[in-house]
């Protein structure tokens, strides 16, 4: 196909074109295709140093990117670092092997790291910059799978034990080693949590990103910090991995390098059997604009590429598949000639010199070490795009034939005796692991002393580049100041009647934060495109919005006063449509306090629907890696926002939030109730000290609050309830009616408290029915404090039992108790078994009795349609409210059943319908 802009641009010189043709036609018909391409090839590359800007060939022919002349000389010391590497590959695989001797079943893998560890000692001995004398250091996200190599290395630096290489994957043990690098389990060793794969990349990518943000906004220098980020070629099928590619391209981030150990294999086999994983991540990298550095083949083969003047070479390296070269792999010499080189005579020619055992062991570009370091060199001295190296690997590399490039290579935990001794010739460590040691049914490990050569070396190399990594430190490099206590008091005065969203009135309150003196640069609003619906376009002029090459045009609403406004210095991160990306950008500023020394807060509003369902895996991710920072679930509820449908409608995010361990989940109805839980918050996570006294430090933990966009008159915040009713879950909000008493109890979360409070009011007016008004802002927490309770009391039969809080605090709310939410009912489900039991009393005495706990919710899916037909619909609205109470009642034999029935028909709720989570 041509390239048909040609043909809509004028040809201002018709004849010198033709010429041109001319030559190319006649160099085709006397040099071949191959010639031609060459030529054109060569020009290109003049042309780009002249300045001429060639469109970007998304393709180049398999081979290595720099050419052998253009390596950079290894300034290691070669000798020692083999052996080093040696070591590591040794206890690495002992470790999984032991660790599958001692626990069968418990798992871990060999051959990823055995592909990799090349990849990482370079980096670990040249390149990664640590953490020491106050520096932030690089950042760099391991492949999940290798960790035992990680481990491995920091055995020999005396950072790890050997009981604790003992208890790989036996974390209950004490001093155990997480499978995966998990910051929430080993604190003060990973950083980022890797292993659920696509996730890792993506996270780098925002990083990078992020540090860019901070160092433009002046909050930190990032200029010494490289983001990097080590993946599989089987990894980069997940839509996560090069879902962004693109944001790092367009924004030159050339502090990202990544490194894709393209051992052309995934866990079930070849990654391409059928094509090239390599040559298609080129094409697709390129396409996004990064820097791509393929090696692929190791030295031996630049000199067979330079002999190979008929081009058979390069033409069997294009067409050959993976799935061959992976077979190459497992093969013999004579094999290798007969079915790579065999079948053309000149390209057999080529290698006649080379012995079968030379041919069998040609090694790949990923096993070359001084390739992969003029690769890393070039990586890390580009600039203007991120980088991606291309690494072509064995997977299983030294684990021996069965291993090698099987593809159960994945799943192979454990080596037999032999397998071992022949792992031990192969990395020559007869004079340090003896042969009966490996009799034994635990191989050992070895590490040299600490005043051997190998030792100093490993250590000095470390000492130039800033210290060991992993190494994950909480050390405030950049203390925050909290803001005044009182900065938030205005929304406990109510909006004197005027009709507004918990949204809205959120938005004012990140306005004010992201005012206050001192703590005001801190706040990262963050928003995936959606800012207008949330009412935010009101903060894009004030405070920006980040665009690091800052607003090249004028915007179409300039003359406006709330302008979509681009600085190098905004604050705002609009990230377009992604929640993953937000969710990316929401981790690395929730976790700049430790990665940076930098504690950030970050306020991270979207969809409610697109948030825990959509990017669930990676606030999981954020947990781990102990986030700190405000999720909003905006729109929130299935009957809140009116007339979106089924897939815009939330009905359970809270459900889904309660099964993240460090989410604080809640449900505010008012907008000092959402001031409160922001105000607390920041205190919990940002506020206790360090041991020098400064704020940034406290617990690791984030919250989810939801947001609702139904508008009406806040109302200031009842005498007497205080910021730890509102934390703690449930207060009371308001008695009965004057002129009744109050008999029953109805609790509401969110937008529901309409439902609620107009329910309360017919009870007074039409049954003489007094109900109080409780508000539940929190059943999360609610029933973790219960639980706690119930599990202490289990385990300390003989002390005095506990009560739980919410258990306490409904011991003085009257009668039954109707729970009402925007959400399923599963959701205030959750306190179910901790409801106070009642004490009634009857003719006959009291009876302490179950209290009837009625939990009205969205359950299903929702409908376009008014608020007033949803509510009808999901059976949440006033009337059924109303009936749940006078249900209550009869239940406890307080009513007749008939008065029920009749207010049920009142009502025209008698029609028979399916449930609605059938419908
Ligand atoms: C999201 C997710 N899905 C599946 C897995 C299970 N899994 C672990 S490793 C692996 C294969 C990895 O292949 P590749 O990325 O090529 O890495 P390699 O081990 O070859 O270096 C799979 C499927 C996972 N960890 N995360
Ligand atoms: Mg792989």
Redesign the pocket.
Same mark, same amino acid.
């Given at each position: 196909m041509s390239d048909g802009y040609v043909r809509q641009l004028p040809d201002v010189d018709p004849e010198e074109t033709a010429e041109w043709v001319d030559s190319l036609n006649s160099l085709v018909d006397a040099g071949g295709e191959r010639r031609a391409r060459f030529v054109l090839a060569t020009l290109t590359d003049r042309a780009r140093e002249l300045g001429v800007g060639t469109p970007v060939e998304v393709s180049t022919p398999y081979v290595n990117t720099i050419p052998k002349q253009a390596e950079a000389w290894f300034p290691g010391d070669a000798a020692i670092e083999r052996r080093l590497r040696a070591y590591i590959r040794w206890n690495a695989a002992v470790m999984v092997v032991n660790a599958n001797h001692r626990a069968d079943g418990i798992g871990g893998?060999l051959?990823?790291y055995a592909?990799?560890a090349g990849l990482y000692e370079l980096a670990f001995n040249h390149f990664f910059r640590g953490k020491e004398h106050g520096q932030a250091g690089d950042h760099v996200y391991f492949? @999940?799978?290798a960790a035992p190599g990680i481990y491995s290395r920091a055995f020999l630096e005396y950072r790890l034990d050997e009981s604790q290489l003992d208890n790989f994957r036996r974390e209950l043990s004490g001093d155990g080693l997480s499978s995966y690098p998990h910051p929430w389990l080993m604190g003060d060793f990973w950083e980022f949590p890797t292993?659920?794969?696509?996730l890792g990349p993506l996270n780098s990518i925002y990083h990078a990103r992020f540090n860019r943000y901070i160092d433009h906004r002046r909050i930190d220098d990032t200029s010494n910090s490289r983001v990097w980020c080590f993946? @599989?070629?089987?990894?980069t099928d997940?839509p996560e991995t090069l879902g962004s590619i693109s944001l790092a391209g367009r924004e030159h981030l050339d502090n990202l390098t990544w490194v894709v150990?393209c051992?052309l294999?995934?866990?079930d086999g070849p990654?391409r059997g059928n094509g090239k994983i390599i040559q298609e991540l080129e094409a697709v990298f390129r396409g996004a604009g990064w820097n791509v550095i393929k090696v692929i083949w190791g030295a031996a083969w630049d000199d067979l590429l330079a002999n190979d003047t008929d081009g058979v070479l390069l033409e069997k390296m294009n067409t050959t598949v993976d799935g061959e070269f992976q077979r190459f792999a497992t093969e013999s010499g004579a094999y290798i000639r007969e079915h790579f080189f065999g079948p053309d005579p000149r390209l057999r020619a080529l290698v006649a010199h080379l012995s079968d055992d030379e041919l069998r062991t040609l090694p790949r570009g990923g096993h070359d070490y001084q390739k992969m370091y003029a690769a890393y060199k070039s990586a890390t001295s580009h600039t203007g795009s991120p980088t991606v190296i291309l690494a072509h690997t064995i997977?299983g590399w030294t684990l021996g034939s069965a291993t090698e490039a099987r593809n159960a290579t994945?799943q192979v935990k454990k080596l037999t005796r032999a397998q071992l001794t022949s792992l031990r010739t192969r990395l020559h460590l007869e004079d340090v692991i003896s042969e009966s040691a490996i009799e034994a049914d635990a191989p050992p490990y070895y590490r040299p002393p600490v005043d051997s050569d190998e030792y100093r070396y490993l250590v000095e190399r470390r000492n130039v580049l800033g210290g060991p990594l992993p190494k994950r430190t909480t050390a405030i490099r950049t203390p925050l100041t909290l803001p005044p206590d009182d900065l938030l008091h205005e929304f406990d005065e109510g909006s004197n009647g005027q009709e507004v969203s918990t949204t809205t009135s959120f938005t004012r309150l990140l306005r004010t934060l992201a005012r206050a003196e001192g703590f005001g640069p801190r706040v990262v609003p963050i928003i995936p495109d959606e800012g207008r619906t949330f009412g935010m376009d009101s903060l894009f002029k004030e405070f920006g919005i980040y665009a690091a090459e800052g607003q090249l045009y004028e915007p179409v609403d300039s003359q406006l006063l709330l302008s979509y406004t681009e600085s190098r210095d905004g604050q705002l991160l609009e990230e377009g449509i992604t929640e993953a990306g937000s969710l990316a950008s929401f981790t690395a500023a929730g976790t700049a306090y430790a990665t940076r020394g930098v504690p950030m807060v970050p306020f991270y509003t979207f969809y409610s629907m697109f948030g825990f369902q959509r990017v669930g895996d990676l606030i999981w991710a954020a947990a781990d890696s102990q986030a700190k920072g405000f999720l909003l679930g905006a729109t929130a509820g299935r009957t809140t926002m009116l007339g979106e449908g089924l897939q815009h409608q939330d009905g359970h995010s809270l459900l889904l939030a309660s099964t993240v361990p460090t989410c604080q989940a809640y449900d505010p109805a008012y907008a000092y109730e959402v001031a409160a839980i922001v105000r607390q918050g920041l205190h919990r996570m940002y506020g206790s000290r360090d041991s020098q006294g400064r704020d940034g430090a406290g617990e690791s933990v984030f919250y989810y609050l939801t947001l609702y966009n139904e508008n009406y008159a806040m109302p200031p915040r009842p005498e007497g309830v205080t910021d730890e009713d509102i934390l703690t879950g449930l207060y009371r909000w308001a008695p009965a009616p004057d002129g009744v008493d109050a008999v029953a109890t109805i609790m509401f979360s969110g937008s529901a408290q309409g439902a609620a409070r107009a329910a309360q009011l017919t009870l007074a007016d039409r049954y003489g029915i007094g109900a109080e008004l409780w508000s539940a802002t929190s059943y999360k927490r609610l029933r973790e404090d219960g639980l706690s309770a119930e599990r202490y009391n289990r385990l300390h039969p003989l002390e005095t039992p506990r009560v739980a809080p919410v258990t306490e605090r409904l011991g003085t709310a009257p009668g039954p108790i109707v729970a009402v939410t925007d959400y399923m009912k599963s959701v205030p489900d959750q306190i179910d078994r901790f409801v106070a039991p009642l004490e009634l009393k009857t003719k006959r005495g009291t009876a302490v009795v179950r209290r009837p706990y009625i939990t009205l919710g969205t359950d299903g899916f929702g409908r376009s349609d008014t608020r007033a037909a949803l509510r009808r619909f999901f059976e949440t609205d006033e009337a059924h409210v109303v009936i749940a109470v006078l249900s209550g009642l009869a239940e406890m034999g307080q009513l007749e059943s008939i008065v029920v029935d009749k207010a049920i028909k009142e009502y025209g709720l008698d029609t028979e319908l399916a449930d609605p989570w059938t419908r």
């Open positions: 893998h051959s990823s592909s990799s492949q @999940g799978h292993v659920s794969m696509g993946l @599989g070629d089987g990894e997940e150990n051992n294999q995934r866990l990654v997977k994945h």
